[in-house]
Nanobody, 115 residues
Framework: QVQLVESGGGLVQAGGSLRLSCAAS????????MGWYRQAPGKQRELVAG???????NYADSLKGRFSISRDNAKNTLYLQMNGLKPEDTAVYYC?????????WGQGTQVTVSS
């Protein structure tokens, strides 16, 4: 079992920045892929960014250049740096981890961007 706890969400004005954190605990060895997803009201959950155990990253095309994903394996923490935030970035952001074919999810953190 892997437990994931997100933090760092909040209310920010358009153009501002936030950094989300996701602390992993439990049976965290052999976690390979970790990612950030988001879900806006009335929309499907979508991948924001992902990072492999080796550090390879991938991003949603629309977010490249504004968002940056990183992980600190020593702290068992995943980060998402979000810059140049737009009202359309408003959503609940979820952390996810994959291990042995299973997916684990955090409870989500709300990000609201005001215009």
């Amino acid at each position: 079992q892997v437990q994931l706890v997100e933090s760092g969400g909040g209310l920010v004005q358009a153009g501002g920045s936030l950094r989300l954190s996701c602390a992993a605990s439990g049976s965290i060895f052999s976690i390979n892929f970790m990612g950030w997803y988001r879900q806006a009201p009335g929309k499907q959950r979508e991948l924001v960014a992902g990072i492999s155990g080796g550090g390879s990253t991938n991003y949603a095309d629309s977010l490249k250049g504004r968002f940056s994903i990183s992980r600190d394996n020593a702290k068992n923490t995943l980060y998402l740096q979000m810059n140049g935030l737009k009202p359309e970035d408003t959503a609940v952001y979820y952390c996810s981890a994959q291990q042995w074919g299973l997916s684990y999810w955090g409870q989500g953190t709300q990000v609201t961007v005001s215009s």
